[in-house]
């Protein structure tokens, strides 16, 4: 089982294997009472448009691997895919006979310190493998460290709306505290926004652009399990020009739909970068580029 073959399964058809039955349907929006714990009111929403899941009370969500990690509490993605390929080998949509989740209670990450960016292994990480600016980074995000029970970690980090923490490395993408959409303010006021699927993102077509600050607000979604909840944002804000730089797989065009279901002016800018997963993608090639013209130049001027 792998990362691609996981996130094809029916999350709907994964609750009903896993004992749930819906309390109620709406269009895409199927809600479940939630399987992380005892509750009279649904408040678990699974968009099966999207194939993924949030539960409010929690303020987490995701796609079928991260519901396994939060069941499970681990983090371990090839346990999680173990755990999807044992229940996805049953044909039937009954309950695969699966070991129940650890009820113990684990330790959550506590935030020790939030910094400035310096820590060379994260500057490497921007700079080698998403070949984006510290200094632009640095504008936006910090290094976070935090423990989880005795070990420490770090990892860079930004705000999102709710207070929580989107963190990354180059080992792992989480978020501390509540998972949330977060909101950066542009230059000017024209009732425009920019919606991205994650920072890098946004980040690689500011730098793409050579700029520091966006000329329009921009919407990082930090997730596409947080799309409706971004269209329910912008609308509160009164954002009615909507300029979408999601990512060219099948999450991105969902996405994309569920803006055009709610906005009547949504603008689809994937088509731009066509040839690559992202725009991050994109500044990779467009940097591995420039890397090979100086070479050659180089080379040209001594023979």
């Not at 709306?161 to 977060?182: H, P």
Request: charged share 25%; aromatic share 10%; net charge neutral.
């Amino acid at each position: 089982m792998t990362t691609q073959d996981a996130k094809k399964i029916d999350l709907v058809d994964v609750m009903a294997r896993l004992g749930h039955t819906p309390t109620k349907i709406q269009g895409a929006s199927v809600w479940y009472r939630s399987p992380f714990r005892e509750e009279k009111t649904a408040s678990f929403k699974v968009n099966k448009d999207l194939n993924s899941w949030y539960d409010f009370g929690i303020g987490e969500g995701g796609r079928i691997i991260e519901l396994f990690q939060a069941l499970y509490n681990d983090q371990s993605v090839p346990h999680a895919l173990e755990i999807i390929g044992n229940m996805h080998a049953f044909s039937v949509p009954t309950p695969a006979p699966l070991p129940k989740p650890p009820k113990q209670k684990t330790d959550k990450p506590v935030i020790t310190a939030v910094r400035e960016i310096s820590n060379p292994a994260l500057i490497q990480y921007l700079e080698q493998k998403r070949g984006l600016d510290p200094e632009l980074v640095r504008l936006y995000a910090s290094e976070i460290h935090y423990n989880v029970g005795n070990a420490s970690y770090i990892a860079i980090g930004h705000a999102n709306e709710k207070g929580g923490f989107d963190v990354r490395n180059g080992n792992f993408k989480g978020c501390l505290k509540a998972k949330d959409i977060t909101h950066f303010t542009g230059t000017e006021k024209t009732g425009k926004i920019a919606v991205f699927e994650g920072l890098f993102d946004f980040l690689a077509l500011l730098q793409m652009h050579k700029l520091k600050e966006p000329p329009h607000d921009a919407l990082i979604l930090n997730s596409v399990s947080l799309v409706d909840r971004a269209c329910e944002y912008i609308e509160e804000q009164e954002f009615n020009d909507i300029n979408l730089y999601l990512d060219n797989d099948k999450a991105g065009e969902q996405a994309i739909e569920t803006f055009r279901k709610n906005f009547k002016i949504v603008k689809d800018h994937s088509k731009k970068y066509l040839k690559y997963k992202d725009l991050n993608d994109l500044l990779l090639d467009k940097n591995a580029f420039l890397i090979e013209l100086k070479k050659a130049k180089s080379k040209n001027l001594n023979p």
